[in-house]
């Protein structure tokens, strides 16, 4: 992917949002990697969590924003328990959760009407609540 | 002593072994699970944004209530455990989210109440010899293995639970009641979570890693503490099965099962019909039921 860079782009308000919401200094990241290498999800994810972070750090909204990385995050705090950097990554995927849900048009991540039929009564609730805080505005 | 529980959503419904087997095998190891008076769901998952003070209530009223009644509170499934102690290190630390919580839910809860999880009680109060002497019917020959999850041990300076990538206790359990405990190194991975909501495939392949590594190093049984892990490592198999063919399905039990085999209650009683995977036929293969 060919990405531009300017002045304006770097650092401006979509990082410093994340970086507000999520209480995490993002120029701490120094690329090592080591979250996306231990992400037991990373599999699935277009780019990885590291990626992610230096998007956000570079200011390119879009590029942050249109990937399927945090979604996929559990929150299972693996990166956050061994970034050497000290970086809570679970709290900066969140807080580009929150970004997208919180925009003024609601935005859910998951259809609930889309559920397959006996989903509702296989998944335990404990799932349902969890989910639906982490994919619905 | 008696502490207060907290049984969460899913204990009073989808996971009424669990509650169950843990209220029963309380009393004979000497110490009584006092259920709270009131609460409510604890919110399933602790807000990692910092600015969400409004998902910190639930768990911050639950504490507040449980304060009005004793000074100790347990709890089993790893989730609850995770939020509410997380949420009592938050007020303890923080002064201004505190107050903010304590205007919201108009109490005035200090933090000062101790948060603990059955498996500690079992291992730093009760203690692992008290639990062994106790055993009637030892878990002998049985090969398990101890899925911790994540939810138990992270974030390791707040859960402060056991080593971060290394814990033992759970082991050090299963050995007292006399089981071979099973070391397998996806034993702290994540099982997907809520992730078998938002994106179930993800999450089963998770679920598959994780059997796949507990049944490779010898596990004959998978031990959880936790009702979403079980979800997805135990119903989730009939979908592992779907897509990988040559998987064996593997038992997943709650800890307080196995614990209520050792401790001779009536097998009738530990629900194995809430077990997707029937654990009936291993355990009778051993001469444990």
Redesign the interface.
């Known amino acids: 992917m060919k990405v531009e860079l300017t002045r304006d782009k770097v650092h401006n308000e979509f990082t410093k949002k994340v970086e507000?919401?999520?209480?995490q200094n993002l120029f701490a990241c120094y690329q090592c990697g080591n979250c996306t290498a231990g992400c037991?999800?990373s599999?699935?994810m277009e780019v990885g969590p590291h990626e992610v972070i230096r998007y956000t750090l570079l200011g390119l909204e879009e590029e942050a924003l249109n990937v399927n990385t945090f979604?996929?995050c559990?929150?299972?705090?693996?990166c956050?328990?061994r970034c050497p950097k000290g970086i809570?990554i679970?709290?900066v995927?969140?807080?580009l959760r929150?970004v997208v849900l919180r925009k003024k048009d609601r935005k859910d991540?998951?259809q609930i009407s889309e559920f397959p039929e006996g989903f509702l009564e296989?998944?335990?609730?404990?799932?349902?609540?969890?989910?639906?805080?982490?994919?619905l505005s | 002593m008696d502490y207060l529980y907290f049984p969460g959503c899913t204990l009073y419904t989808k996971a009424k072994n669990f509650d169950q087997t843990a209220r029963n095998c309380s009393r004979l190891l000497g110490f009584e699970l006092k259920e709270l008076s009131n609460w409510t769901c604890c919110g399933a998952t602790f807000p990692l944004a910092t600015d969400n003070i409004m998902a910190l209530l639930p768990p911050s009223r639950i504490l507040a209530s449980a304060r009005e009644e004793g000074t100790a509170l347990t709890t089993l499934c790893a989730v609850c455990f995770n939020v509410i102690k997380r949420t009592n290190r938050l007020i303890q630390g923080d002064g201004e989210k505190k107050d903010k919580i304590n205007n919201f839910i108009e109490k005035n809860y200090q933090g000062d109440l101790r948060v603990v999880h059955y498996l500690e009680i079992l291992k730093k109060d009760v203690g692992l010899a008290q639990v062994k002497e106790k055993v009637k019917r030892p878990l002998e020959g049985l090969k398990a293995g101890a899925y911790y999850g994540c939810m138990l041990l992270r974030p390791f300076d707040e859960m402060e639970f056991d080593d971060k990538e290394r814990p033992t206790l759970f082991e050090e359990l299963l050995e007292a009641l006399g089981a071979k405990a099973v070391d397998f190194p996806y034993k702290i991975e994540c099982c997907g979570s809520f992730q078998s909501v938002g994106a179930p495939e993800v999450a089963t392949e998770c679920a598959y890693k994780i059997l796949g590594s507990a049944i490779k190093s010898g596990a004959e049984v998978i031990v959880s503490t936790c009702p979403m892990c079980t979800f997805n490592i135990d119903h989730k198999q009939a979908d592992i099965k779907e897509k990988y063919l040559d998987f064996k399905q593997v038992p997943v039990l709650y800890f307080t099962q196995l614990l209520g085999i050792a401790m001779g209650l009536d097998h009738r009683t530990l629900g194995f019909d809430q077990n997707f995977v029937d654990p009936v036929p291993l355990l009778k293969q051993k001469g444990l039921i």
Do not use: E, N
Not at chain 1, 20 to 23: F, M, R
């Open positions: 507000l919401i999520s209480g037991p999800v599999f699935a979604w996929l559990a929150s299972c705090l693996q956050t328990s809570d679970a709290r995927m969140d807080a929150m991540h998951i296989k998944v335990p609730q404990i799932a349902f609540i969890s989910g639906f805080r982490k994919f």
